[in-house]
């Protein structure tokens, strides 16, 4: 079996502290040794002035967008008009979706993110035999009106039991929409179906003030875009609903991510924290930033305990699908959060959110070889060179190949 080495100016196992030219070595594609200079008589790769550090986690994305050259709409936009213009573009007549989430894949990879969290709205199968990062596909759920779940239930369980994702590299979830476009009894089933079948959900949750005025109300611009698409049912919401109301049905799921959390409220933050082994928050700094929405509430999010990950959100709302982008651009945001911080919202915590933390996420032995490796001349701090370089990664790894073997699928 092909064994490496691969050594570089700092390693940076995430899971302590950096080692000045350490050594990982590698084998059928796992770790099999971190050691510091000297230790290691394999054959080894020097990679130079690089800090090499975990694969990056993307843990929110919608792939299908992948090809848009720029986000949709205009900055600070409010989401049920942005909404509007996205389902627009999903019924463009010369869109190949299937090309898209392609693109989307090789474009990760190559900027570092070993690992996705995706939500599909297009079938498992389009996902399964596509190069590029491991996935957790969270297949997506919409269905508002009372009338509606019955059938919506049933061919999501057809979807899932006809997808051939799971023999292969990948995972599979649920992504009940958001509590605009899913009906409070639909989630109830979707949660004990994530429960009968041990699989993780995702749900867009206190992304905007519109969707908390509609838990509140009833009313206001979703109920109105909902009114025009035929979707809206004025017993699916009881007035006074509140994102607690959905935490803590979500909580009953083996395992939750709650994307965005724009707008939670301090018991919303708590109830997360005190749950931080099965649900995180994913933040997603620049799509935030794009909505012009108020501050993200991150170090409180931190400091109650919260498990934060990191996500790109789709190009329909995003420049591009960087991770290594949203975690300088945090750094920026939050010049006082410890760079320790920042470096695992975008690699440990988002393997844990995902369930995948004994996989990936760290540099550590026994996990797999998804590696990143950034210019970091002499003298320079490699947190420095992380998170305040403009450097993209020099060399990606994939379960110990390198990225661009991955893509042109000679990696078997
Ligand atoms: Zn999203």
């Given amino acids: 079996m092909h064994k490496f080495s691969l050594r570089a100016r700092w390693v940076l196992p995430v899971a302590g502290p950096p080692i000045a ?5 590698v084998q059928a594609g796992q770790i099999v040794g971190i050691d510091a200079p000297a230790t290691s008589s394999l054959e080894t790769i020097d990679l130079g002035d690089v800090v090499l550090m975990p694969g990056l986690v993307n843990a929110h994305t919608h792939l299908e967008f992948s090809d848009l050259p720029r986000p949709v709409g205009k900055p600070g936009m409010a989401l049920p ?9 999903r019924n463009r007549s010369n869109r190949n979706p299937r090309e898209a989430v392609a693109q989307g894949l090789v474009e990760s ?34 269905g508002f009106s009372a009338a509606r779940c019955d059938s919506v239930l049933s061919d999501l369980k057809s979807r899932l039991n006809s997808s051939n994702i799971r023999a292969a590299e990948h995972l599979v979830g649920i992504s009940p929409h ?3 476009t899913v009906h409070p009894n639909l989630l109830r089933q979707l949660v004990s179906l994530a429960q009968q079948r041990h699989i993780p959900l995702a749900m867009h949750l206190a992304e905007s003030r519109e ?3 509609l838990l509140a109300t009833g009313s206001g611009p979703f109920q109105e875009l909902l009114d025009q698409r035929g979707m ?18 979500l909580a009953d799921a083996p395992r939750s991510l709650v994307i965005h959390g724009n707008y939670l409220s301090e018991a919303e933050i708590e109830f997360l924290g005190q749950r931080r082994d099965f649900m995180s928050v994913v933040y997603c700094p620049r799509t935030h930033a794009y909505f012009g929405h108020p501050p993200y509430p991150l170090e409180k999010l931190l400091k109650s305990g919260v498990r934060v990950a990191l996500g790109t959100d789709s190009r329909a709302s995003n420049p591009d699908l960087g991770l290594l982008g949203e975690m300088r651009f945090v750094a920026k945001r939050f010049p006082n959060l410890p760079p320790e911080s920042i470096l695992n919202m975008g690699t440990q915590w988002g393997a844990e959110a995902l369930g995948l933390a004994d996989q990936t996420g760290l540099l550590s032995v026994g996990q797999w070889a998804d590696l990143v490796a950034l210019a970091c001349p002499a003298g320079v701090d490699p947190h420095e ?5 403009f450097e993209e990664p020099c060399r990606v790894f994939f379960r110990g190949e390198e990225c661009e073997q991955v893509i042109s699928g000679n990696n078997h």
């Fill in 21 to 25: 030219g350490g050594v990982v070595s």
């Fill in 81 to 89: 008009e942005w909404i509007r213009l996205v389902i627009g573009e």
């Fill in 109 to 142: 990879l190559r900027s570092g993110v070993t690992t996705l969290g995706e939500i599909a709205n297009l079938p498992l199968s389009v996902y399964a035999d596509l190069p590029g990062p491991s996935r957790t596909i969270f297949q997506e759920v919409i």
């Fill in 178 to 180: 958001a509590p605009y």
């Fill in 211 to 213: 969707e908390l005025e």
């Fill in 232 to 249: 809206w049912d004025p017993g699916a919401i009881s007035l006074g609903s509140t994102v607690l109301d959905y935490l803590r049905v």
């Fill in 385 to 389: 060179a992380i998170l305040h370089g």
